[in-house]
């Protein structure tokens, strides 16, 4: 079953609820539907099939970008404990768009 909807047509909600007026975007799951956005290492989108544990790492708002125990090293080698991320730990994280219902059964399945 494919659950990762990575090029999902995009829309604000916005576009749904004009008066609200967020901009949040939006993401058409193959299983979830129409979810917010969220933002995930690739090496997470891969945990979805596996199951398997292997970090999770996140920005501090809610459902804010995610990524992985091996990518946070690569961060801290790159950039230091409380560094910026750069090209290359960007390029090793590979960040996929994932819908906020698969970030949370990620998070669910990372956080242990
Ligand atoms: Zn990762
Ligand atoms: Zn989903």
Redesign the pocket.
């Known amino acids: 079953m494919q659950?990762?909807?990575l090029r999902g047509y995009r829309i604000t909600l916005k576009d749904i609820y004009g008066i609200h007026g967020t901009v949040t975007d939006l993401v058409q799951?193959?299983?979830?539907g129409l979810?917010e956005e969220t933002y995930v290492c690739k090496h997470l989108v891969l945990s979805l099939r596996t199951d398997e544990v292997i970090g999770f790492y996140w920005s501090s708002k809610p459902r804010g970008d995610a990524w992985c125990a091996t990518c946070e090293k690569v961060r801290i080698a790159e950039g230091g404990s409380s560094g910026d991320w750069n090209e290359r730990s960007e390029a090793f994280a590979d960040i996929k768009i994932?819908?906020?219902?698969?970030y949370d059964r990620v998070r669910a399945i990372n956080v242990v």
Do not use: K, T
Request: overall charge neutral.
């Open positions: 659950r990762v909807f799951c193959s299983e979830h979810q994932l819908c906020g219902a698969c």
